[in-house]
């Protein structure tokens, strides 16, 4: 093995000391002729083929770490055999340092043609940059799991209408395939001059975000109540994007509207009953009333809903009436005469028929 020299020019040495990274200069063989500053320094990387001294033979010491089962040392092999035969002019490797993906290191290898040709061997930490990407790549791959799993339906698109991509939970609440909705656009689920649609637009446009309510048509022709969060962005090549990510409210709004017709006919069969009735819990609060109470006594519902059962009857009875109210809900039903007092102070008797009944673990 040869040992270092220093046979290089004023002009060939400040070249090497300028070049940016650890730099070595080998023989046709091999050998370490030169070394710049930075390599004398320790730095940027020919540490993870722990070339603690500098008069070594490349080749030699990579078989050593290829026997030890390290593949970057191979490849370092293979790469500076092509270069020196003259096969190639230049190679590039990415290598983590130890193996352990904290540190990586770009190694950059080059024919240096001449009488005798040598080989320019380059070492520079890239661990910032390698991070980055790794970073960016788990993003991409958590984005892209989220994206096809989601059970809210996602649409990427611009601001023109154009759909760019949509995920599988969308195809599904929409009816179309990811085909017919990217080659369709916007105008295929959406009627662009719903006042919904517009609010929808003009908010994006001001604030660049938008959530609440719109309306999708689904393939069949039907409309689809959703709740959807809209993003305007910008690309990496400067172009606004928006991504709209929604539920379908189809169940929702269903339910809803069934409670609230369940309601109407509730109260409906409540006015049709003759005279007073009334529902109260257990602390005497008026729940559900018919409209003969509002009649009879002259007091609106705004009014009977601050009010406790109690305090509509006359005040020489109310305290009998509490009494008796408490019996009933010990023993299930009652029934007694008492005066009730309008709204304009007038007294009426009322005979009370009272039952008991239990309703979500509540008694009224």
């Not at 200069?25 to 710049?36: K, Q, R, T």
């Not at 990415?94 to 080059?110: A, F, L, Q």
């Not at 009494?323 to 299930?332: M, W």
């Amino acid at each position: 093995m040869k040992k270092r020299t220093s046979n290089l020019s004023n002009t060939e040495k400040c070249f090497l000391d300028a070049i940016p990274g650890s730099a070595a200069i080998l023989d046709e063989d091999g050998n370490i002729i030169a070394v710049n500053s930075e390599w004398d320094k320790g730095a940027n990387c020919p540490c993870w083929i722990d070339l603690k001294d500098h008069n070594v033979n490349i080749y030699q010491h990579c078989q050593k770490m290829v026997a030890a089962g390290n593949d970057y040392a191979l490849r370092m092999i293979l790469n500076l055999r092509e270069i020196s035969d003259g096969e190639k002019s230049s190679a590039e490797l990415t290598v983590s340092v130890n193996n352990e993906e904290k540190t990586w290191c770009k190694v950059s290898i080059s024919r240096i043609e001449g009488d005798s040709p040598k080989t320019l061997l380059v070492f520079n930490d890239v661990t910032s940059s390698m991070q980055a990407l790794m970073s960016l790549r788990d993003s991409e791959e958590k984005y892209s799991h989220h994206f096809k799993h989601s059970v809210s339906g996602i649409i990427l698109g611009n601001s023109t209408g154009k759909i760019l991509d949509v995920n599988p939970a969308a195809c599904t609440m929409l009816g179309y395939s990811r085909d017919e909705l990217i080659s369709g656009g916007r105008s295929l689920i959406v009627n662009e001059e719903h006042p919904a649609h517009l609010e929808m637009i003009q908010a994006r446009e001001e604030n660049a975000y938008y959530e609440g309510e719109k309306e999708y048509i689904h393939k069949d022709g039907s409309i689809i109540p959703v709740e959807i969060t809209s993003v305007v962005y910008r690309n990496g090549d400067g172009t606004l994007n928006v991504i709209n990510t929604f539920r379908d409210k189809t169940v929702e709004k269903n339910t809803q509207f069934s409670l609230e017709e369940e309601r109407r006919f509730s109260q409906a069969a409540l006015n049709s009953i003759p005279g007073i009735f009334i529902v109260l819990n257990k602390q005497g609060n008026l729940e559900r009333w018919n409209n003969a109470l509002n009649h009879d006594l002259g007091y609106t519902a705004a009014e009977l809903k601050s009010k406790s059962c109690i305090s509509l009857f006359d005040e020489e009875d109310k305290p009998w009436v509490e009494s008796v109210i408490g019996k009933i809900f010990e023993t299930g039903s009652g029934n007694f005469v008492a005066r009730v007092s309008t709204k304009g102070s007038k007294s009426r008797f009322y005979h009370f028929h009272f039952n008991k009944f239990v309703s979500q673990e509540e008694e009224y």
